[in-house]
């Protein structure tokens, strides 16, 4: 057991001196400012201090002769008057390697800023060839591959509109989202390898492109054929000929799509033009369609790429994630600041557990990012990571780490901090995280992010700190969603939102802000255990049971109705060789008491083949309470938006 708190890592005099934040503070006069200091002007004063980041950077764009900011939440704008396009800032560069590519089958690629201009060039041709300009929307149905951030950067820089899926969605759950946004083309691969295995998913790109009447094209890259003959993926064969030609719309091959030259121009748009759009998990209804800005996105990710996580030039930056996680969009930030990303395609876990931090050595990663699960899971399998020589942080995010997590990083990593951050999709960056000037505590997060003025509401909506409370948004931020697709009257936006605290924004998280700004996250709060009046979040419970070896995974569920309290039942699903016994049960429940608390022992164990989970990872502990609650299995949650729908028939009462 880990005390939560416990000191694992201090920032040396030379480490802080070397931070990027500390250079932004002796530009800005405020040298050996307090941390805290210096978040409170960045959320007291947030025009002056966006405008700030804006000339620190020297953004390419035209600020505008309005103010950095005016209006308040939901109605808040940024640099009216302004414009901006983001590949213009992401293609800044000139010189020196841009990107890495590696799959779990041992294919490498590399481009130069030379080369990944080049490439951006020739497909933002194709694309005008057929037809996309300013307002179109492009859609990419692919993995984390270089075609993918290609035709990202491609689109942008026409200020058409970026939205992609990963090739492991079911067709349904892509349709959902992308029917919604009407795109002019669809960009696809026929199927992917994952865990050692091959997907085809040809015949899911037909279905998916015949229920999208608005297509004018599909381009089609053969990823999967490349992979199975050998070859790296940029010498795929440019179309398969068992594709059929759609209604409206032709089909193309990748190889066709970039064959002609033509020059790297970009359209400057204004602040908030549209640049891409991501998409809620959509396991409960229609995804939400989130669309995000050109130019908060530049300043946002400036920002907590270079202070947050310290990257810069020379650096080399890996997240795990895939296209349809907001992370994808993150890591691709990297080139805002002229770091190296990349970008990775297979499973974390092959052949190996320790596959990830293989790939951290080979490819001298300095920042090494990856969902909480995977840190867990390395320290239950015993991973022993090597020949992280250039290794300069680590970051863990998706779902809350526990003090373990934290020790366990400390103790095979001595001397690298661990830094871990919770965000969302919402703003497509974190509201906490840690910088270079914080110690390292087990379990904790050092601050609220620069700009993200965050607290912890109580039930009657006032601040509290040493609590826990709602995470909250009192003032807001540039990355914010600058609307949702298909909601003109912006009513869909102010619900998910805005609709329990006027012009706060409310994130559905359980919060407690510590006195000196750090803060712990614990979970979500529409997944709370409410047990006589002890209130708590799941992270908590799981931090508990998942530390006995003979626990894989698991899912703890409040029945719970307002004034009504229901049963507690704790689902778990067992390790290998492991089996259900009256011995473990009585373990599991004297921990709980012991550690949380007597209202805290579950009133059953349930052993269950898996957790569901999104296909972001995240434990479905909503619609498993639903269907606890008398909901139909099959009305609970989108099969489509799982990872393992297939479990989900184990937890009908």
């Known amino acids: ?91 800044r560069r000139t010189e020196g390697t841009a990107l890495v590519f590696v799959s779990e089958d041992g294919a490498r ?42 035709a990202f950067l491609a689109t942008a820089s026409l200020g058409a509109i970026w939205s992609a899926g990963s090739p492991d969605f079911g067709v349904a759950s892509i349709v959902d989202r992308f029917r919604q946004i009407e795109p002019k083309v669809l960009i696809a691969v026929d199927g992917y390898r994952y865990n050692g295995k091959s997907f085809d998913r040809s015949a899911a790109v037909n279905e998916i492109a015949a229920a999208l009447p608005s297509l004018r094209a599909t381009v089609w890259i053969p990823y999967l054929a490349a992979a199975e003959e050998g070859r790296p993926p940029q010498e795929a064969e440019p179309a398969p000929t068992h594709t059929r030609a759609l209604p409206g719309g032709e089909v193309i091959g990748w190889e066709g799509l970039r064959a002609e030259e033509g020059p790297l121009v970009f359209e400057r748009v204004p602040f908030d033009h549209p640049l891409w759009i991501l998409y809620s998990s959509g396991t409960t209804g229609l995804p939400k369609p989130i669309v995000h800005g050109h130019g908060g996105v530049v300043l946002e990710h400036l920002k907590s790429l270079a202070f ?21 969009n993150y890591l691709v930030g990297a080139l805002l600041v002229g770091a190296v990303p990349v970008l990775y395609d297979g499973s974390a876990g092959y052949p190996s557990p320790a596959a990830l931090w293989r790939i951290a050595a080979s490819e001298g990663v300095t920042y090494f ?53 919770s965000g969302g999709t919402d703003v497509c960056t974190g509201f906490v995280g840690a910088t270079l000037l914080h110690p390292i505590r087990a379990g904790v ?59 706060v924004w409310r994130h559905g998280d359980w919060i407690k802000i510590n006195e000196d700004g750090s803060c712990v996250i614990y979970g979500r709060s529409d997944s709370t255990l409410n047990r006589g009046g002890v209130r708590m979040g799941t992270s908590e419970f799981y931090r508990v049971v998942e530390r ?46 012991k550690e949380l608390s007597p209202r805290h022992v579950p009133d059953e164990i349930r052993a269950v083949p898996g957790i569901p ?41």
Not at 121 to 138: E, I, K, M, T
Not at 463 to 492: C, H, K, Y
Not at 622 to 651: C, Q, S, W, Y
């Open 1 to 91: 057991m880990v005390a939560e708190g416990a000191l694992l890592w201090e920032p040396t005099e030379e480490v802080v001196a070397a931070a990027k934040l500390s250079r932004y503070l002796e530009w800005l006069g405020r040298p050996g400012s307090g941390y805290e200091e210096v978040w409170r002007w960045s959320v007291d004063h947030p025009a002056e201090f966006w405008a700030s980041i804006w000339d620190y950077f020297g953004v390419l764009g035209e600020r505008g002769d309005g103010p950095a900011l005016s209006g308040e939440m939901p109605r808040a704008r940024w640099f009216e008057g302004g414009s901006i396009n983001y590949a213009e800032n992401a293609l």
């Open 109 to 150: 690629q590399e481009l130069t800023w030379a080369e990944l201009r080049d490439e951006v060039a020739r497909v933002r041709a194709g694309l005008v060839r057929l037809g996309v300009g300013r307002g179109d929307r492009v859609a990419g149905y692919l993995p984390n591959i270089p075609q993918a951030l290609i």
């Open 308 to 328: 947050h996580q310290d990257l810069g030039e020379g650096d080399v930056f890996f997240w795990y994630t895939t296209t349809g996680w907001m992370m994808w």
């Open 369 to 421: 990012g990856v969902g909480a699960p995977y840190i867990l899971a390395s320290m239950k399998a015993g991973v022993r990571p090597t020949g992280l020589e250039r290794l300069r942080g680590v970051g863990s995010t998706g779902s809350p780490l526990p003090p373990e997590g934290f020790a366990w990083v400390a103790s095979e990593l001595p001397g690298v901090p661990l830094g871990s951050f």
């Open 445 to 503: 997060i050092p601050c609220r992010s620069l700009g993200a003025k965050v607290e912890a509401y109580d039930p009657t909506g006032k601040p509290v700190i040493g609590e826990v409370g709602e995470l909250v948004l009192t003032q807001p931020m540039p990355s914010m969603p600058v609307m949702f697709w298909n909601d003109p009257s912006g009513e869909r936006y102010f619900e998910s939102y805005f609709d329990v605290y006027p012009g």
């Open 548 to 593: 006995f070896e003979a626990i894989a995974d698991s899912l703890v569920i409040d029945t719970g109705r307002l004034g009504q309290e229901g049963r507690l039942l704790l689902y778990v699903t067992l390790a290998e060789d492991a089996t259900m016994t009256e011995e473990l049960e009585r373990e599991l429940c004297a921990a709980l008491r």
């Open 613 to 653: 989970r999104t296909l972001s990872g995240k434990k479905l502990e909503v619609p498993v309470r639903k269907i606890l609650l008398g909901t139909p299995v099959e009305e609970a949650a989108n099969p489509d938006a799982m990872a393992n729908p297939e479990v989900l028939r184990h937890f009908a009462p």
